[in-house]
């Protein structure tokens, strides 16, 4: 079993900065792409940046300039700095893995999410 934790999230004053962080646990051969997306009030979840194991990455283009996602494989750790926050950013932000694991018939991968941390920018 793989846990992802969040955190991070809490309160921001529009122009501020905030920090996320997702580690994992558990059953940890190798993590592969990792990814932060975020989910607004009465909306689907949506991606907001994702990183290779490589550190090559991908970011929604409402927040490139302004986020930054990287990762520490030796923690099994993904960050996301978030700058310039906007009012807009306010959401429910959740931690996505590709885990390979060790199982009874070798390694296998599985895709696990985070329970999520709310960041909350006032204007």
């Known amino acids: 079993q793989v846990q992802l934790v969040e955190s991070g999230g809490g309160l921001a004053q529009a122009g501020g900065s905030r920090r996320l962080s997702c580690e994992a646990s558990g059953n940890v051969f190798r993590i592969n792409t990792m990814g932060w997306y975020r989910q607004f009030s009465g909306k689907q979840r949506e991606l907001v940046a994702n990183?290779?194991?490589?550190?090559?990455?991908i970011y929604t283009d409402s927040v490139k300039g302004r986020f930054i996602i990287s990762r520490d494989n030796a923690k099994n750790t993904m960050y996301l700095q978030m700058n310039s926050l906007k009012p807009e950013d306010s959401a429910v932000y959740y931690c996505n893995s590709d885990v390979e694991s060790h199982t009874m018939w070798g390694l296998e991968t599985g895709n696990y999410w985070g329970r999520g941390t709310q960041v909350t920018v006032s204007a």
């Open positions: 990183i290779t194991r490589t550190g090559k990455t």
